[in-house]
Protein backbone atom coordinates (compact mmCIF):
# COMPACT_ATOMS: atom_id res chain seq x y z
CA UNK A 1 0.00 0.00 0.00
CA UNK A 2 1.23 3.19 -0.71
CA UNK A 3 1.34 4.78 3.17
CA UNK A 4 3.92 7.39 3.52
CA UNK A 5 4.06 10.30 5.96
CA UNK A 6 3.92 13.62 4.79
CA UNK A 7 5.23 16.26 6.98
CA UNK A 8 3.88 14.05 9.83
CA UNK A 9 0.71 12.99 9.06
CA UNK A 10 0.22 9.10 7.55
CA UNK A 11 -1.22 9.51 3.66
CA UNK A 12 -2.69 7.42 0.90
CA UNK A 13 -1.60 7.96 -2.11
CA UNK A 14 -0.88 11.49 -1.04
CA UNK A 15 -4.35 12.19 0.70
CA UNK A 16 -3.62 12.53 4.63
CA UNK A 17 -5.49 10.15 6.61
CA UNK A 18 -6.62 12.90 9.49
CA UNK A 19 -9.04 14.67 6.49
CA UNK A 20 -10.78 11.42 4.72
CA UNK A 21 -11.44 10.20 8.64
CA UNK A 22 -13.12 13.51 9.44
CA UNK A 23 -15.17 13.47 6.51
CA UNK A 24 -15.97 9.86 7.18
CA UNK A 25 -15.73 9.20 10.69
CA UNK A 26 -14.19 6.27 12.55
CA UNK A 27 -13.56 3.21 12.55
CA UNK A 28 -12.63 3.31 8.77
CA UNK A 29 -11.62 1.25 6.54
CA UNK A 30 -9.65 3.19 3.26
CA UNK A 31 -8.35 0.89 0.44
CA UNK A 32 -5.56 1.86 -1.81
CA UNK A 33 -7.74 1.83 -5.19
CA UNK A 34 -3.89 1.72 -7.29
CA UNK A 35 -2.97 -1.31 -5.11
CA UNK A 36 -5.80 -3.41 -6.34
CA UNK A 37 -5.40 -3.06 -9.90
CA UNK A 38 -1.57 -3.09 -9.37
CA UNK A 39 -1.85 -6.16 -7.79
CA UNK A 40 -4.97 -7.94 -10.51
CA UNK A 41 -2.23 -6.92 -13.15
CA UNK A 42 0.41 -8.81 -11.28
CA UNK A 43 -1.19 -11.96 -11.71
CA UNK A 44 -2.56 -11.54 -15.25
CA UNK A 45 0.94 -10.55 -16.19
CA UNK A 46 2.59 -13.63 -15.04
CA UNK A 47 0.25 -16.21 -16.22
CA UNK A 48 0.36 -14.21 -19.92
CA UNK A 49 4.37 -14.67 -19.95
CA UNK A 50 3.79 -18.00 -19.01
CA UNK A 51 1.47 -18.78 -22.17
CA UNK A 52 -0.70 -20.72 -20.59
CA UNK A 53 -5.11 -20.74 -21.08
CA UNK A 54 -6.01 -19.29 -17.84
CA UNK A 55 -8.63 -17.08 -15.54
CA UNK A 56 -8.17 -15.55 -12.77
CA UNK A 57 -11.15 -16.15 -10.38
CA UNK A 58 -11.08 -13.19 -7.17
CA UNK A 59 -11.94 -14.89 -3.82
CA UNK A 60 -15.21 -12.85 -2.85
CA UNK A 61 -15.05 -13.81 0.62
CA UNK A 62 -11.89 -11.78 1.60
CA UNK A 63 -13.85 -8.83 0.60
CA UNK A 64 -16.85 -7.77 -1.24
CA UNK A 65 -18.85 -4.86 -2.18
CA UNK A 66 -20.89 -3.61 -5.41
CA UNK A 67 -18.10 -1.29 -5.88
CA UNK A 68 -15.18 -3.56 -5.90
CA UNK A 69 -17.25 -6.16 -8.07
CA UNK A 70 -16.98 -3.35 -10.92
CA UNK A 71 -13.31 -2.81 -10.10
CA UNK A 72 -12.34 -6.38 -10.26
CA UNK A 73 -14.64 -6.35 -13.98
CA UNK A 74 -12.37 -3.61 -15.03
CA UNK A 75 -9.63 -5.46 -14.68
CA UNK A 76 -10.65 -8.70 -16.41
CA UNK A 77 -10.97 -10.89 -12.94
CA UNK A 78 -13.67 -13.67 -12.42
CA UNK A 79 -15.54 -14.72 -9.57
CA UNK A 80 -15.58 -17.16 -6.73
CA UNK A 81 -18.38 -17.27 -4.45
CA UNK A 82 -19.54 -19.34 -1.69
CA UNK A 83 -22.68 -18.02 -0.78
CA UNK A 84 -26.46 -16.64 -2.22
CA UNK A 85 -25.08 -13.13 -1.05
CA UNK A 86 -22.05 -13.03 -2.25
CA UNK A 87 -23.78 -13.99 -5.72
CA UNK A 88 -26.37 -11.54 -5.39
CA UNK A 89 -23.65 -8.44 -4.78
CA UNK A 90 -21.72 -9.34 -7.74
CA UNK A 91 -24.71 -9.49 -9.84
CA UNK A 92 -26.55 -6.41 -8.37
CA UNK A 93 -22.72 -4.96 -9.58
CA UNK A 94 -23.71 -5.78 -13.03
CA UNK A 95 -20.91 -8.85 -12.87
CA UNK A 96 -21.41 -11.51 -15.85
CA UNK A 97 -22.82 -14.72 -14.13
CA UNK A 98 -21.03 -16.45 -16.61
CA UNK A 99 -17.79 -15.42 -15.36
CA UNK A 100 -18.81 -16.55 -11.68
CA UNK A 101 -18.07 -20.16 -10.14
CA UNK A 102 -19.59 -21.45 -6.72
CA UNK A 103 -17.78 -22.97 -4.32
CA UNK A 104 -19.17 -23.88 -0.92
CA UNK A 105 -18.98 -27.16 1.24
CA UNK A 106 -22.59 -27.52 2.04
CA UNK A 107 -24.83 -25.21 -0.63
CA UNK A 108 -28.43 -25.73 -0.16
CA UNK A 109 -30.86 -26.13 -2.51
CA UNK A 110 -32.14 -22.44 -2.35
CA UNK A 111 -28.46 -21.39 -3.20
CA UNK A 112 -28.31 -23.97 -6.55
CA UNK A 113 -31.85 -23.06 -7.21
CA UNK A 114 -30.59 -19.19 -7.46
CA UNK A 115 -27.18 -19.92 -9.10
CA UNK A 116 -28.54 -21.70 -11.74
CA UNK A 117 -31.60 -19.58 -12.37
CA UNK A 118 -28.97 -16.39 -12.33
CA UNK A 119 -27.36 -18.82 -15.34
CA UNK A 120 -23.34 -18.98 -13.55
CA UNK A 121 -20.51 -20.29 -15.08
CA UNK A 122 -19.51 -23.28 -12.77
CA UNK A 123 -20.44 -25.06 -9.60
CA UNK A 124 -17.28 -26.48 -7.55
CA UNK A 125 -18.82 -29.64 -6.24
CA UNK A 126 -17.83 -30.41 -2.52
CA UNK A 127 -19.30 -33.71 -1.49
CA UNK A 128 -20.70 -36.45 -2.95
CA UNK A 129 -24.01 -36.16 -2.44
CA UNK A 130 -24.04 -32.69 -3.79
CA UNK A 131 -23.85 -34.19 -7.45
CA UNK A 132 -27.61 -35.55 -6.98
CA UNK A 133 -28.60 -32.46 -5.28
CA UNK A 134 -27.85 -30.57 -8.35
CA UNK A 135 -28.67 -33.08 -11.01
CA UNK A 136 -31.83 -32.96 -9.19
CA UNK A 137 -32.98 -29.19 -9.76
CA UNK A 138 -31.05 -28.35 -12.66
CA UNK A 139 -33.22 -28.82 -16.01
CA UNK A 140 -30.00 -28.39 -18.69
CA UNK A 141 -26.19 -28.84 -17.85
CA UNK A 142 -24.13 -27.66 -15.81
CA UNK A 143 -20.09 -27.65 -15.79
CA UNK A 144 -18.65 -28.63 -12.75
CA UNK A 145 -15.49 -29.14 -11.36
CA UNK A 146 -15.04 -32.06 -8.77
CA UNK A 147 -12.96 -30.17 -4.85
CA UNK A 148 -10.44 -32.67 -4.01
CA UNK A 149 -8.04 -33.03 -1.34
CA UNK A 150 -4.39 -33.69 -2.47
CA UNK A 151 -3.27 -34.81 1.24
CA UNK A 152 -0.85 -31.80 1.23
CA UNK A 153 0.75 -30.19 4.37
CA UNK A 154 0.87 -26.72 5.32
CA UNK A 155 2.69 -24.41 7.38
CA UNK A 156 0.32 -22.01 8.53
CA UNK A 157 -2.58 -21.73 11.64
CA UNK A 158 -4.91 -24.87 11.67
CA UNK A 159 -7.99 -22.86 10.93
CA UNK A 160 -6.95 -22.15 7.37
CA UNK A 161 -5.38 -25.47 6.42
CA UNK A 162 -7.58 -26.92 3.93
CA UNK A 163 -6.29 -29.44 1.44
CA UNK A 164 -5.07 -32.28 4.01
CA UNK A 165 -6.43 -35.41 4.23
CA UNK A 166 -9.05 -34.66 7.21
CA UNK A 167 -11.01 -31.35 5.92
CA UNK A 168 -14.80 -30.75 5.89
CA UNK A 169 -13.79 -29.63 2.28
CA UNK A 170 -13.48 -31.73 -0.59
CA UNK A 171 -13.32 -35.15 -1.46
CA UNK A 172 -9.70 -37.39 -1.03
CA UNK A 173 -7.58 -38.43 -4.13
CA UNK A 174 -6.37 -41.35 -1.74
CA UNK A 175 -9.11 -43.24 -0.14
CA UNK A 176 -11.52 -43.48 -3.56
CA UNK A 177 -13.82 -40.62 -2.47
CA UNK A 178 -12.63 -38.26 -5.38
CA UNK A 179 -12.96 -40.94 -7.90
CA UNK A 180 -16.07 -42.55 -6.76
CA UNK A 181 -17.70 -38.32 -7.31
CA UNK A 182 -15.79 -38.36 -10.45
CA UNK A 183 -17.71 -41.25 -11.66
CA UNK A 184 -21.26 -39.91 -10.23
CA UNK A 185 -20.46 -37.00 -11.98
CA UNK A 186 -20.58 -38.36 -15.37
CA UNK A 187 -23.50 -40.67 -15.07
CA UNK A 188 -25.84 -38.02 -14.14
CA UNK A 189 -27.65 -36.19 -16.19
CA UNK A 190 -27.33 -32.56 -16.24
CA UNK A 191 -23.65 -32.08 -14.92
CA UNK A 192 -20.43 -31.74 -17.12
CA UNK A 193 -17.40 -32.77 -15.63
CA UNK A 194 -14.85 -30.51 -16.68
CA UNK A 195 -11.96 -30.88 -13.87
CA UNK A 196 -10.69 -30.42 -10.41
CA UNK A 197 -10.41 -28.07 -8.38
CA UNK A 198 -8.21 -27.97 -4.66
CA UNK A 199 -7.22 -25.28 -2.03
CA UNK A 200 -4.30 -25.99 0.55
CA UNK A 201 -4.91 -23.44 2.46
CA UNK A 202 -4.43 -19.79 3.65
CA UNK A 203 -1.46 -17.46 4.23
CA UNK A 204 1.46 -19.51 2.55
CA UNK A 205 4.22 -18.03 1.83
CA UNK A 206 6.18 -20.70 -0.59
CA UNK A 207 5.51 -22.35 -3.61
CA UNK A 208 6.60 -25.58 -2.41
CA UNK A 209 3.01 -26.61 -0.99
CA UNK A 210 1.17 -26.10 -4.18
CA UNK A 211 4.53 -27.77 -6.52
CA UNK A 212 3.71 -30.81 -4.18
CA UNK A 213 0.01 -30.18 -4.90
CA UNK A 214 0.62 -30.38 -8.76
CA UNK A 215 3.35 -34.16 -8.34
CA UNK A 216 0.16 -35.74 -6.24
CA UNK A 217 -2.83 -34.76 -8.33
CA UNK A 218 -0.77 -35.53 -11.89
CA UNK A 219 0.32 -38.93 -10.23
CA UNK A 220 -3.71 -39.81 -9.25
CA UNK A 221 -4.50 -38.56 -12.38
CA UNK A 222 -2.45 -40.81 -14.54
CA UNK A 223 -3.51 -43.78 -11.83
CA UNK A 224 -6.96 -43.02 -12.64
CA UNK A 225 -6.78 -42.40 -16.34
CA UNK A 226 -8.77 -39.28 -15.90
CA UNK A 227 -8.78 -36.59 -18.54
CA UNK A 228 -9.04 -32.82 -17.47
CA UNK A 229 -9.97 -29.91 -19.17
CA UNK A 230 -9.48 -27.15 -16.13
CA UNK A 231 -7.05 -27.42 -13.31
CA UNK A 232 -8.31 -25.46 -10.84
CA UNK A 233 -5.14 -24.58 -8.17
CA UNK A 234 -6.81 -22.31 -5.36
CA UNK A 235 -5.81 -19.20 -3.15
CA UNK A 236 -3.98 -18.96 0.04
CA UNK A 237 -1.00 -16.31 -1.76
CA UNK A 238 0.55 -15.22 1.55
CA UNK A 239 0.90 -11.11 2.68
CA UNK A 240 3.22 -9.41 4.85
CA UNK A 241 1.07 -7.99 7.93
CA UNK A 242 4.54 -7.70 10.33
CA UNK A 243 8.25 -7.35 9.61
CA UNK A 244 8.48 -11.14 9.93
CA UNK A 245 5.90 -12.40 7.70
CA UNK A 246 7.37 -13.42 4.10
CA UNK A 247 4.86 -12.45 1.28
CA UNK A 248 4.40 -15.35 -1.15
CA UNK A 249 6.53 -14.48 -4.15
CA UNK A 250 4.08 -13.71 -6.98
CA UNK A 251 6.06 -13.54 -9.92
CA UNK A 252 9.19 -16.54 -9.33
CA UNK A 253 6.24 -18.32 -7.18
CA UNK A 254 4.46 -18.56 -9.97
CA UNK A 255 6.90 -19.22 -12.73
CA UNK A 256 8.02 -22.32 -10.91
CA UNK A 257 4.42 -23.26 -10.59
CA UNK A 258 3.67 -23.09 -14.36
CA UNK A 259 7.06 -24.60 -15.11
CA UNK A 260 6.56 -27.68 -13.16
CA UNK A 261 2.58 -28.30 -14.16
CA UNK A 262 4.19 -28.06 -17.85
CA UNK A 263 6.88 -30.69 -17.13
CA UNK A 264 3.93 -33.01 -15.20
CA UNK A 265 1.50 -32.53 -18.06
CA UNK A 266 4.45 -33.09 -20.70
CA UNK A 267 6.28 -36.29 -18.60
CA UNK A 268 2.60 -38.06 -17.81
CA UNK A 269 0.75 -37.36 -21.68
CA UNK A 270 -1.55 -34.71 -21.09
CA UNK A 271 -2.59 -31.63 -22.66
CA UNK A 272 -2.12 -28.00 -20.70
CA UNK A 273 -5.57 -27.48 -18.76
CA UNK A 274 -7.28 -24.32 -18.48
CA UNK A 275 -5.78 -22.79 -15.19
CA UNK A 276 -7.57 -21.39 -12.86
CA UNK A 277 -6.76 -19.61 -9.16
CA UNK A 278 -8.58 -17.35 -6.48
CA UNK A 279 -6.75 -15.18 -5.02
CA UNK A 280 -8.57 -12.93 -2.81
CA UNK A 281 -6.30 -11.67 0.37
CA UNK A 282 -3.42 -10.92 -2.11
CA UNK A 283 -5.06 -9.04 -3.79
CA UNK A 284 -7.04 -6.76 -1.24
CA UNK A 285 -5.57 -6.85 2.25
CA UNK A 286 -2.32 -5.17 2.06
CA UNK A 287 -4.15 -2.40 0.02
CA UNK A 288 -6.55 -1.53 3.05
CA UNK A 289 -5.82 0.08 6.27
CA UNK A 290 -8.15 0.66 9.30
CA UNK A 291 -7.90 4.01 10.55
CA UNK A 292 -9.65 3.88 14.65
CA UNK A 293 -9.64 7.22 16.92
CA UNK A 294 -8.05 6.65 20.88
CA UNK A 295 -10.16 7.04 23.84
CA UNK A 296 -9.01 5.95 27.44
CA UNK A 297 -5.98 5.48 28.14
CA UNK A 298 -5.29 3.33 31.13
CA UNK A 299 -1.99 2.76 33.06
CA UNK A 300 -1.82 0.06 35.61
CA UNK A 301 1.34 0.97 37.47
CA UNK A 302 3.95 -1.85 37.26
CA UNK A 303 1.66 -3.83 35.08
CA UNK A 304 0.89 -2.62 31.20
CA UNK A 305 -0.86 0.24 29.76
CA UNK A 306 -3.97 0.20 27.86
CA UNK A 307 -4.89 2.30 25.14
CA UNK A 308 -8.50 1.65 23.90
CA UNK A 309 -9.76 2.92 20.40
CA UNK A 310 -13.13 3.00 18.87
CA UNK A 311 -13.56 -0.44 17.18
CA UNK A 312 -12.83 -3.56 17.99
CA UNK A 313 -13.49 -6.83 17.42
CA UNK A 314 -16.50 -6.07 15.37
CA UNK A 315 -14.13 -5.20 12.60
CA UNK A 316 -10.97 -6.51 13.89
CA UNK A 317 -11.92 -10.46 14.79
CA UNK A 318 -8.39 -11.80 13.16
CA UNK A 319 -6.33 -11.14 16.31
CA UNK A 320 -8.70 -12.30 18.72
CA UNK A 321 -9.79 -15.36 16.70
CA UNK A 322 -6.17 -16.76 15.20
CA UNK A 323 -3.61 -14.49 17.40
CA UNK A 324 -2.71 -12.71 13.83
CA UNK A 325 -0.28 -10.05 14.46
CA UNK A 326 -0.71 -6.35 12.89
CA UNK A 327 1.38 -3.44 12.59
CA UNK A 328 0.01 -0.64 14.51
CA UNK A 329 0.82 3.63 13.91
CA UNK A 330 -0.11 6.65 14.32
CA UNK A 331 -1.34 9.11 11.96
CA UNK A 332 0.47 11.79 13.10
CA UNK A 333 3.51 11.12 14.02
CA UNK A 334 5.39 13.34 16.88
CA UNK A 335 8.81 13.72 18.21
CA UNK A 336 8.04 12.45 21.77
CA UNK A 337 9.30 8.94 21.55
CA UNK A 338 7.37 5.72 22.34
CA UNK A 339 6.26 3.47 24.90
CA UNK A 340 5.18 0.00 24.91
CA UNK A 341 1.28 -0.41 25.81
CA UNK A 342 -1.45 -3.14 24.41
CA UNK A 343 -4.10 -1.84 22.06
CA UNK A 344 -7.65 -2.76 22.62
CA UNK A 345 -10.95 -2.44 21.43
CA UNK A 346 -14.20 -1.10 22.93
CA UNK A 347 -15.83 -4.64 23.11
CA UNK A 348 -17.12 -6.27 26.28
CA UNK A 349 -14.36 -9.10 25.55
CA UNK A 350 -11.23 -9.11 27.08
CA UNK A 351 -10.12 -11.00 24.27
CA UNK A 352 -10.63 -7.79 22.48
CA UNK A 353 -7.10 -6.86 21.02
CA UNK A 354 -5.74 -5.31 18.67
CA UNK A 355 -2.38 -6.30 19.44
CA UNK A 356 -0.08 -6.68 23.05
CA UNK A 357 3.07 -5.16 23.69
CA UNK A 358 3.09 -2.49 20.70
CA UNK A 359 5.20 0.58 20.30
CA UNK A 360 2.98 3.71 20.49
CA UNK A 361 3.78 7.40 21.00
CA UNK A 362 4.38 8.35 24.81
CA UNK A 363 2.03 11.23 24.30
CA UNK A 364 -0.58 9.65 22.79
CA UNK A 365 -4.08 11.46 24.04
CA UNK A 366 -7.59 10.64 23.35
CA UNK A 367 -8.73 11.85 20.07
CA UNK A 368 -5.64 11.22 18.00
CA UNK A 369 -5.74 8.60 15.43
CA UNK A 370 -4.36 5.28 14.89
CA UNK A 371 -3.84 3.03 11.65
CA UNK A 372 -3.74 -0.27 11.55
CA UNK A 373 -1.63 -1.49 8.14
CA UNK A 374 -3.07 -4.78 6.28
CA UNK A 375 -6.71 -5.12 6.91
CA UNK A 376 -8.06 -5.29 3.45
CA UNK A 377 -8.75 -8.83 3.47
CA UNK A 378 -10.90 -10.58 6.36
CA UNK A 379 -12.09 -7.57 8.23
CA UNK A 380 -14.67 -6.12 6.90
CA UNK A 381 -15.93 -8.87 5.54
CA UNK A 382 -15.71 -11.08 9.04
CA UNK A 383 -17.56 -7.67 11.01
CA UNK A 384 -20.33 -7.98 13.24
CA UNK A 385 -22.80 -6.22 15.18
CA UNK A 386 -21.45 -7.41 18.20
CA UNK A 387 -22.63 -5.33 21.52
CA UNK A 388 -25.01 -3.29 18.68
CA UNK A 389 -21.71 -1.97 16.64
CA UNK A 390 -22.13 -0.01 13.91
CA UNK A 391 -20.36 -1.62 10.69
CA UNK A 392 -17.48 1.06 9.31
CA UNK A 393 -17.76 2.77 6.11
CA UNK A 394 -15.09 1.95 3.74
CA UNK A 395 -13.49 4.28 1.20
CA UNK A 396 -11.42 3.69 -2.09
CA UNK A 397 -8.20 6.47 -2.43
CA UNK A 398 -6.35 6.93 -5.66
CA UNK A 399 -4.38 10.03 -6.81
CA UNK A 400 -7.08 11.32 -8.13
CA UNK A 401 -9.57 11.13 -5.44
CA UNK A 402 -11.42 9.75 -2.33
CA UNK A 403 -14.68 8.20 -2.83
CA UNK A 404 -16.95 6.22 -0.87
CA UNK A 405 -17.48 2.69 -1.33
CA UNK A 406 -20.18 1.19 1.76
CA UNK A 407 -21.69 3.74 3.59
CA UNK A 408 -21.13 3.54 7.50
CA UNK A 409 -24.13 1.18 9.02
CA UNK A 410 -26.57 3.33 10.52
CA UNK A 411 -28.46 2.87 14.09
CA UNK A 412 -31.83 2.54 12.24
CA UNK A 413 -30.18 -0.43 10.42
CA UNK A 414 -29.26 -2.17 13.22
CA UNK A 415 -32.99 -3.00 13.96
CA UNK A 416 -34.52 -2.74 10.64
CA UNK A 417 -35.14 -6.19 10.50
CA UNK A 418 -36.68 -6.33 15.05
CA UNK A 419 -40.70 -6.63 15.07
CA UNK A 420 -41.64 -3.68 16.79
Known amino acids: MTLEYINNELSVNGNGLTGIAREYGTPLFVY ?16 EEAGLDYSISYASKAFTS ?18 QGELYTALKAGFNARDIHFHGNNKTAQEVEYALASGIGLIVVDALDEVALIDSIATGKIDVLLRINPGVDVDTHEFIQTGQEDSKFGLSIHNGSALEAVDAIKESRHLNFRGIHYHLGSQLSTESPFLNALEAVYSWLSDSSLDIEVLNMGGGYGVKYVEDDRRFPIESGFRSITGKLKR ?66 PVNRTEGGDTEANVVGKLCESGDI ?66 L
Open 264 to 329: LAEKYGYPLPHVMIEPGRSIIAEAGTTVYEVGVIKEIPGITKYVSIDGGMSDHLRTPLYDAQYEVI
Open 354 to 419: IGKHLAVPADLKRGDLLAVKTTGAYHYSMASNYNQMAKPAVVFVDDQETRPVIRRQTLGQLIENDV
Open 32 to 47: DENMIRSQCRKYHRVL
Open 66 to 83: VQMVKLLAEEKMKLDVVS
